[in-house]
């Protein structure tokens, strides 16, 4: 069982057209056809949206979001055009909302990997490699790859995984020269970020991007990274002083919430059917902590 514990029910703001409600996120299209992204304070854990928000999640998230994507202009140009919250919308959306260009978003989830755990870590024990590329012999659940790699995914419903698929499967899907540009962006762009965040004393084990082109070019043009990028719910920050590789490493994020399921205190059993609980205020409040280390971690500015 998955998906969400209590369905959310998106705020109606005039102008603006509800499009989705993702697993966080709530996407509007306004007046002039650009894209509202607002973020909420929802969090997931086991595939479950919890039924608890984590207060100034969404912010914390939307500013980290608006920062790495000024990090990393100078390599993918990006869709955000504005902060600004809406006419009519609720005061609260306030530095939760990301006003982008809407683009054709590429098919296709690019992450990349220098560390193998997760679904890498599922095919590699079965094949030695992950989506289809060889690995080395002995590696571990957060072992450093050799080099990072490129690990597409195509994009599940919500409640399903993303599929992980090989780089002869992207080229079927979005063609030779743009599988390649998304691949080239992708390392060069998880290149950046894992250095940044390593004088931060974090490790970025792996991160997905979703991109796109301007509606009005041609397919050929150039790629726009979309979407979030580099958050905790988008990426696995490890803090670096922890990592031992041969075990789960310890989620910079999540840590607390996932202790908290799966321990006695919640009476949550994992692989039942069942809902999980709402969390208790400590969990909340420390995982709420965690949100904003990692901001201040990385950007080196207090919250
Ligand atoms: N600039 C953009 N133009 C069009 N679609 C976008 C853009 N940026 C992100 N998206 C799409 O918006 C959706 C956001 O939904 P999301 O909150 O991620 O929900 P989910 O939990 O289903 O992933 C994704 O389908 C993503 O591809
Ligand atoms: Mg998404």
């Not at 919890?50 to 000024?70: A, H, M, N």
Request: negative net charge.
């Amino acid at each position: 069982m998955s998906g969400f514990v209590e369905q959310p029910e998106p705020v109606q703001v005039p102008g603006l057209v509800h499009l989705h409600t993702g697993k966080v996120r709530e996407l509007y299209r306004n007046g002039a056809g650009e894209l509202v992204m607002v973020a909420s304070d929802r969090i997931s854990a086991y595939d479950w949206v919890l039924p608890t928000e984590i207060p100034d999640k969404g912010r914390v998230l939307t500013r980290l979001s608006l920062w790495w994507f000024d990090q990393l202009a100078d390599l993918v140009p990006n869709h955000v055009i504005s902060t600004e919250v809406p006419e009519g919308a609720p005061s609260d959306w306030a530095g939760r909302v990301t006003v982008c260009k809407p683009l054709r978003m590429v098919p296709v989830e690019c992450v990349a990997r220098g560390y193998l755990t997760g679904s890498g870590l599922a095919e590699y024990r079965l094949s030695r490699t992950v989506c289809g590329l060889a690995l080395p012999e002995g590696l571990e659940d957060g072992s450093r790859l050799p080099a990072p790699i490129f690990t597409p995914a195509t994009k599940a419903e919500v409640g399903e995984h993303d599929e992980n698929v090989s780089y002869d499967e992207v080229v079927r899907r979005v063609g030779t020269e743009t599988a390649a540009l998304l691949r080239q962006t992708t390392l060069a762009v998880y290149g950046r970020a894992l250095e940044i965040a390593g004088e931060r004393g974090l490790i970025l084990a792996d991160t997905k991007f979703e991109f796109g082109y301007a509606e009005d070019a041609s397919h050929d043009e150039e790629l726009i990274v979309g979407d979030e990028v580099l958050t905790p719910d988008s990426s696995r920050f490890w803090p670096a002083e922890f990592w031992e590789p041969g075990r789960p490493q310890p989620s910079f994020d999540k840590q607390y919430v996932r202790d908290w399921l799966t321990g006695p205190e919640s009476g949550w059993d994992r692989g039942s059917e069942q809902p999980p609980p709402e969390l208790p205020s400590k969990v909340v409040e420390q995982t709420r902590e965690k949100y904003i280390e990692a901001y201040e971690r990385l950007t080196g500015t207090s919250w």
